[in-house]
């Protein structure tokens, strides 16, 4: 066979790990002959496809971005399904090994059900995919939301200040929940259990009464109680989703004003999807890769590769992608007990 290997959406550390565990394996093991789709989805619909041998991907591992390119191009804006099969037609490409997350596997799923043949491998930082008990990525990204907060706090406590940490989480807060714990948050707020503004500066006040620089760990999709959007002041991207970002810019003044206590924010943004990734991710990324071609030479088209406690299964892209993961109420309470 033939097979297309794409990244799209957000990129995050990991993707060259899927793609060299893919394509070794498939070369070594199965015999197969490996197409490289340029930015994603735009790629496959624009005809911009090129050779993928095993000696490009060598020493992939520890390399973080995608050596591929990516992009939020939503397929069913250039032609769809049919424009997709022509563009495989062409170059007499059998399958395609769609690696992204929410977006990305959405329109996955909609192509296979077009009868493309698909396989889906679950990418996000976010965390947020249902029928994977982790993402790559994720990992990584908890790390690096750490260690700034580490570094902020230091700062913070020198000039006796109140520090807004915003971090990555369009509709779940895991960044936040597991970014804020290990850095010993004084508040961590997240999308799917939204706070007053009181009630956030009854922690910040609570902390700094007891002789605290006051730490608040805010998910950019998270909106105050009584409020029904989140800031979003860029518009949509390509799948008609909100360009989230400026949370902790908007909230850093109402506390200051709230609290009395001097309020910087900082926003860590693309911090958390750069650089090289974790240990874990490696793993995770080349057992997803390696998995993925066995999905495609035993032709499960429609499926992801998922990670089931420590086991690297198959599971339906309907089953994966209806359905946000979400933090748990009984999760973030257990750690509201830590916070003020």
Not at 320 to 340: H, M, N, Q, S
Request: with cysteine.
């Amino acid at each position: 066979m033939r097979i297309g290997i794409l990244t799209s959406g957000g990129d995050c550390p990991g993707l060259n790990a899927v793609i060299r565990g893919a394509v070794i394996k498939g070369d070594r093991i199965h015999g197969q002959t490996f197409l490289g789709i340029k930015d994603g989805w735009r790629g496959l619909v624009e005809d911009d496809i090129v050779p993928l041998p095993r000696h490009d991907v060598r020493g992939l591992s520890r390399q973080g971005g995608t050596i591929l390119g990516t992009s939020r191009t939503n397929p069913f804006d250039g032609g769809g399904a049919e424009q997709v099969r022509t563009v495989m037609t062409h170059h007499e490409m059998d399958a395609v090994i769609a690696i992204g997350g929410e977006g990305t596997l959405t329109a996955a799923r909609r192509l296979s059900d077009e009868g493309i043949n698909i396989v889906g491998v679950p990418k996000t930082i976010d965390n947020d995919l249902s029928a994977t008990d982790y993402t790559f990525g994720f990992d990584t990204a908890v790390a690096i939301a750490t260690e700034s907060i580490d570094r902020l706090r230091t700062t913070a406590e020198s000039h006796h200040r109140c520090m807004v940490v915003e971090v990555m989480g369009r509709h779940v807060g895991w960044i936040a929940l597991h970014a804020g714990l290990a850095a010993g948050a004084h508040a961590i707020l997240v999308p799917e259990v939204p706070q007053s503004l009181e009630q956030v500066g009854e922690w910040v006040r609570s902390a700094r009464d007891r002789g605290r620089a006051p730490v608040v760990v805010v998910a950019e999709g998270f909106s105050l109680a009584g409020e029904e959007h989140v800031v979003a002041p860029r518009g949509l991207d390509a799948f008609g989703r909100p360009r989230l970002g400026g949370i902790g810019e908007r909230l850093g003044p109402m506390l200051e004003e709230l609290t009395g206590i001097e309020t910087r924010c900082a926003t860590l943004g693309h911090l958390q999807r750069g650089g090289v990734p974790s240990a874990y991710d490696r793993v995770l990324a080349t057992r997803f890769g390696t998995a993925a071609i066995d999905a495609v030479v035993d032709k499960k088209w429609g499926t992801m590769v998922s990670l089931s406690g420590t086991d690297v299964v198959t599971v339906d892209l309907h089953d994966a992608t209806t359905k946000l993961k979400t933090v748990p109420r009984a999760r973030y309470d257990e750690a509201a007990i830590l916070f003020g």
